[in-house]
């Protein structure tokens, strides 16, 4: 299609229906994104011839994924992880180029093909690698830490090749010169921009904040972005280095959040992009006419580019597992390969036909990547003995820490929520335990003597070393809908009767966690507009019970754990003598009194309590009319006071 337009309906199109098909088949949206782009490109379908223009603009993708890795890693930390950067990322580098240039040259290529297929080979997608390790909540784990650390140092490595590649050609002296001005520029940016940028940051940030502009504040964040960038590239380094460097500069101030949640947009969508770009380089043509060759590479990026990681990140004091788990992650071909094979393909040092080779070898070793990573666990556990050992460790340090705890309250997670939730319970002397995967907050919790330790919440092994079937409830204290649907799945097989409650940041996922089988979904951006609202209506001069009233008829609405919480007080009378009601579950087992009865039947109502919803494998929790017939397996909520919640209990299982 030559009219853009039109490129761009079907390019969105097949966008969409593809990564809602990867989505329904439980794959990553980058796998739908490259499968997009290899069926409309040029090499297949044809429907979007490729074009300059639509890579540049997909680059910019890769540019704020950097910048968003920036505000992660800020000087101090990079300074911290020195040791992973400078020592593992560049024995990784170096001995890869190494390799692949001996390689090319037993092949019978000059050293200046192998030097630019070394180079190439050596990186790895940081696209891809960041974005499915923050999916699998990862980034904070040993291997995370490696990969991110190889992958700065690959970033760093861009630069240098991207000065070297092109000056091959020239004779000795004229190649030195270059390199050595390349060289002087490189530094003279650096320390300008860690040294002068670092002091005007933050107050250029509070002055714009000042304006209390939204968009101004938008516009500025892109200005710095890109500025820097394009400040990197003016001296002979690359876009992706400086917007990194401009995140490392903005995390150092207090506007490092907002920022990071204005950037993640277009950084999300020109990613899509930039993956579509990448899918429409593979050349079927090629893949067909040197299968062999492309075989060949991909055995060496996949296996033997997994493995030597491994080996180096052993060498640097790793455990097996960590090490393999790290190698895994970065065995594919990068981004950076197609810039690099890009530029010595121009500058005529690599035959056009080899040049295509490596190019469909890196997409394939990408489109891979989502599955390797999928399956990373069971293959650590296959290959490598000890970290069965060392999960059985963890494991029993988890099950020794809950094995006296009976009757509390399992937390997935313990961010600010999950401590605050922590401190609540904690004055209510109601136990609790909780789990994270930021070994930091996991270290300093643990230090001052609270019930958290390191683990994955989504896994089943995890939960019931933290004491799931003894636990009173299970509470998501982080906003992330496709986490707290495990959690819902493992929870639902093994305790269908315990009460889960989850957090997340809007409504538009409270029918689907329901339908999982959550007790109950709170709604940040609901809680947030209730406690504006009623703080507005008090300071109108609104009576308080009326506001109170208010706002429980909205929750009412909503929280279906909230209806006939309040049905029967006394709004302005304190009874606090009195037994307030509370929600209880029953889980009815085989042969249990209550099966095959209509509700009605029950005589519930006798006893002062109320059935307030129902729970059935494969349905949404309902309120069950009176004619409704219980199952083997239903989950009764019933609300009532103890003595009356105690008889129903009795009356169901047992039938008196």
Same mark, same amino acid.
């Given at each position: 299609?030559?009219?853009?337009?039109?490129?761009?309906?079907?390019?969105? %199109?097949?966008?969409?229906?593809?990564? &809602?098909?990867?989505?329904?088949?439980?794959?990553?949206?980058?796998?739908?994104?490259?499968?997009?782009?290899?069926?409309?490109?040029?090499?297949?379908?044809?429907?979007?011839?490729?074009? *300059?223009?639509?890579?540049?603009?997909?680059?910019?993708?890769?540019?704020?994924?950097?910048?968003?890795?920036?505000?992660?890693?800020?000087?101090?930390?990079?300074?911290?992880?020195?040791?992973? &950067?400078?020592?593992?990322?560049?024995?990784?580098?170096?001995?890869?180029?190494?390799?692949?240039?001996?390689?090319?040259?037993?092949?019978?290529?000059?050293?200046?093909?192998?030097?630019?297929?070394?180079?190439?080979?050596?990186?790895?997608?940081?696209?891809?690698?960041?974005?499915?390790?923050?999916?699998?909540?990862?980034?904070?784990?040993?291997?995370?830490?490696?990969?991110?650390?190889?992958?700065?140092?690959?970033?760093?490595?861009?630069?240098?090749?991207?000065?070297? =590649?092109?000056?091959?050609? /020239?004779?000795?002296?004229?190649?030195?010169?270059?390199?050595?001005?390349?060289?002087?520029?490189?530094?003279?940016?650096?320390? =300008?921009?860690?040294?002068?940028?670092?002091?005007?940051?933050?107050?250029?940030?509070?002055?714009?904040?000042?304006?209390?502009?939204?968009?101004?504040?938008?516009?500025?964040?892109?200005?710095?972005?890109?500025?820097?960038?394009?400040? %990197?590239?003016?001296?002979?380094?690359? =876009?992706?280095?400086?917007?990194?460097?401009?995140?490392?500069?903005?995390?150092?101030?207090?506007?490092?959040?907002? &920022?990071?949640?204005?950037?993640?947009?277009? /950084?999300?969508? @020109?990613?899509?992009?930039?993956?579509?770009?990448?899918?429409?380089?593979?050349?079927?043509?090629?893949?067909? $006419?040197?299968?062999?060759?492309? =075989?060949?590479?991909?055995?060496?990026?996949?296996?033997?580019?997994?493995?030597?990681?491994?080996?180096?990140?052993?060498?640097?004091?790793?455990q097996p597992g960590p090490a393999l788990r790290t190698g895994f992650a970065l065995g594919q071909g990068g981004e950076f390969a197609f810039v690099l094979l890009a530029l010595v393909s121009g500058a005529g040092l690599m035959p056009a036909g080899l040049n295509q080779v490596m190019i469909a070898s890196v997409v394939l070793s990408m489109l891979a990547t989502p599955f390797v990573l999928q399956y990373s666990d069971k293959l650590v556990l296959r290959f490598v003995a000890s970290e069965w050992m060392s999960m059985a460790a963890s494991l029993h340090q988890i099950a020794v820490r809950t094995m006296e705890s009976q009757g509390h309250v399992v937390l997935c997670g313990y961010g600010r929520s999950g401590q605050s939730l922590a401190r609540l319970l904690n004055q209510e002397?109601?136990?609790?335990?909780?789990?994270?995967?930021?070994?930091?907050?996991?270290?300093?919790?643990?230090?001052?003597?609270?019930?958290?330790?390191?683990?994955?919440?989504?896994?089943?092994?995890?939960?019931?070393?933290?004491?799931?079937?003894?636990?009173?409830?299970?509470? &998501? %204290?982080?906003?992330?809908?496709?986490?707290?649907?495990?959690?819902?799945?493992?929870?639902?097989?093994? /305790?269908?009767?315990?009460?889960?409650?989850?957090?997340?940041?809007?409504?538009?996922?409270?029918?689907?966690?329901?339908?999982?089988?959550?007790?109950?979904?709170?709604?940040?951006?609901?809680?947030?507009?209730?406690?504006?609202? $009623?703080?507005?209506?008090?300071?109108?001069?609104?009576?308080?019970?009326?506001?109170?009233?208010?706002?429980?008829?909205?929750?009412?609405?909503?929280?279906?754990?909230?209806?006939?919480?309040?049905?029967?007080?006394?709004?302005?009378?304190?009874?606090?003598?009195?037994?307030?009601?509370?929600?209880?579950?029953?889980?009815?087992? $085989?042969?249990?009194?209550?099966?095959?009865?209509?509700?009605?039947? @029950?005589?519930?109502?006798?006893?002062?309590?109320?059935?307030?919803?129902?729970? /059935?494998?494969?349905?949404?929790?309902?309120?069950?009319?009176? *004619?409704?017939?219980?199952?083997?397996?239903?989950?009764?909520?019933?609300?009532?006071?103890?003595?009356?919640?105690?008889?129903?209990?009795?009356?169901?299982?047992?039938?008196?």
């Amino acid at each position: 299609m030559s009219d853009p337009l039109s490129s761009l309906l079907l390019l969105l %199109t097949a966008a969409v229906l593809m990564v &809602v098909i990867c989505r329904s088949a439980k794959l990553p949206a980058m796998f739908g994104y490259l499968l997009v782009g290899m069926l409309i490109g040029p090499h297949a379908l044809a429907l979007i011839a490729s074009s *300059d223009e639509a890579t540049h603009l997909a680059e910019f993708g890769v540019v704020f994924l950097m910048f968003t890795l920036g505000l992660e890693f800020n000087l101090a930390k990079l300074n911290a992880m020195r040791r992973i &950067v400078f020592g593992l990322g560049a024995s990784q580098v170096v001995t890869t180029a190494l390799l692949v240039c001996a390689g090319a040259l037993l092949g019978g290529y000059d050293w200046k093909v192998g030097l630019a297929l070394g180079g190439a080979l050596a990186m790895s997608s940081t696209a891809m690698v960041s974005k499915l390790l923050t999916e699998r909540a990862e980034l904070n784990a040993p291997h995370g830490q490696n990969a991110i650390g190889i992958l700065l140092f690959q970033d760093l490595a861009v630069v240098p090749l991207l000065i070297m =590649l092109p000056v091959l050609g /020239r004779p000795g002296e004229e190649m030195l010169w270059a390199l050595g001005l390349a060289a002087v520029k490189i530094i003279c940016v650096l320390v =300008l921009l860690l040294n002068l940028g670092q002091r005007l940051m933050r107050p250029w940030f509070n002055l714009v904040a000042k304006q209390r502009s939204s968009e101004l504040f938008m516009l500025n964040v892109l200005l710095v972005t890109l500025g820097i960038a394009w400040l %990197t590239e003016l001296a002979g380094l690359s =876009l992706a280095l400086g917007a990194f460097l401009a995140g490392m500069l903005i995390a150092e101030t207090e506007y490092r959040y907002q &920022v990071e949640d204005d950037i993640r947009p277009f /950084r999300d969508l @020109l990613l899509g992009l930039f993956f579509v770009t990448v899918g429409m380089n593979l050349d079927f043509s090629t893949l067909a $006419s040197q299968w062999w060759l492309v =075989l060949l590479t991909l055995l060496f990026l996949l296996p033997g580019k997994v493995l030597l990681i491994a080996l180096l990140a052993r060498l640097f004091g790793n455990q097996p597992g960590p090490a393999l788990r790290t190698g895994f992650a970065l065995g594919q071909g990068g981004e950076f390969a197609f810039v690099l094979l890009a530029l010595v393909s121009g500058a005529g040092l690599m035959p056009a036909g080899l040049n295509q080779v490596m190019i469909a070898s890196v997409v394939l070793s990408m489109l891979a990547t989502p599955f390797v990573l999928q399956y990373s666990d069971k293959l650590v556990l296959r290959f490598v003995a000890s970290e069965w050992m060392s999960m059985a460790a963890s494991l029993h340090q988890i099950a020794v820490r809950t094995m006296e705890s009976q009757g509390h309250v399992v937390l997935c997670g313990y961010g600010r929520s999950g401590q605050s939730l922590a401190r609540l319970l904690n004055q209510e002397d109601i136990p609790f335990f909780a789990l994270d995967l930021d070994p930091e907050k996991v270290r300093e919790a643990g230090a001052a003597g609270e019930s958290v330790v390191f683990g994955d919440a989504a896994k089943r092994e995890v939960l019931m070393a933290a004491g799931l079937m003894r636990a009173r409830a299970l509470v &998501v %204290t982080y906003a992330d809908t496709h986490s707290a649907l495990k959690i819902l799945d493992l929870v639902h097989k093994l /305790r269908p009767e315990l009460p889960v409650i989850v957090r997340t940041h809007d409504d538009t996922d409270i029918d689907t966690l329901k339908a999982a089988g959550a007790a109950e979904v709170v709604a940040e951006i609901l809680e947030g507009s209730l406690m504006l609202a $009623s703080h507005t209506l008090m300071m109108l001069g609104v009576p308080l019970n009326r506001v109170l009233k208010r706002i429980r008829s909205v929750r009412e609405a909503r929280y279906q754990m909230f209806r006939g919480f309040f049905r029967g007080t006394v709004e302005d009378q304190d009874d606090s003598d009195r037994p307030l009601p509370r929600l209880h579950t029953v889980l009815l087992v $085989s042969g249990s009194a209550a099966i095959d009865k209509p509700i009605e039947a @029950l005589d519930l109502a006798g006893l002062h309590v109320e059935v307030k919803s129902l729970r /059935r494998k494969n349905m949404r929790p309902m309120q069950p009319a009176a *004619d409704f017939v219980l199952n083997e397996g239903d989950v009764l909520v019933l609300l009532g006071e103890p003595e009356g919640l105690a008889a129903a209990e009795m009356l169901l299982l047992q039938g008196n």
